[in-house]
């Protein structure tokens, strides 16, 4: 575990795998999309790998080829999945452990703090709403059409702008290589977070300057 950074000035975190374990929803409400269209289920543990993209790229990966060479396929399946996780995004889907308490640390030191995420947008401020009500976030920023998804910098960026800080000033914490890879091009300092959906090679591959194994860790590289 390195020692301590000073605290930035801002902090953006990843939502899926970072913030929430919401891997059991997500499975579960696409495999459900899968046997309405006849297509064969995968097992959870697939859909670490799968997330992380987007809604649109998670239907692809659990699709079978022929299906997911279609981008009409792609699309019924897409609206599938869609309205299945709206009746199911918070089944079992949780913050992780000391969570609270860490947004709650960076609240009282007067850290700004955001949520961007690849979940599509509608989704992302539901759970942001339901699972942290008590926090006020500076922004939170799902998918949303014609908005490039991360690893594109561009809305990492437009946070930072929004909030008056240099992109040097901000962190970016997240537990996929996206999530790295969005800090790195933006400017920002790459936190990676290891209870979350992949594996420490990934993000140290990807440029991971901080990684942590458990939420005190995170607090402690902070500098909180």
Known sequence: MPPPHSPPKAIL???DGTLIDSIADLANSANAMLG????PAHPEASYLSFVGDGARALVERCLPAA???RPEAVDQALDVF???YRDHWHDQTTPYPGIPAVLASCASAGIPLAVLSNKPHEFTTRCVRHFFPQRAFSAVI????GIPVKPDPASALAIAADLGLAPSDCALVGDTRVDILTAVQAGMRPVGVLWGFRKREELTAAGATTLVTTVQDLTRALGL
């Open 13 to 15: 975190f990843d939502l």
């Open 36 to 39: 309405r269209l006849g297509h």
């Open 142 to 145: 799902g998918q949303r059409a």
């Open 67 to 69: 299906a997911a060479n």
């Open 82 to 84: 869609r309205t299945i």
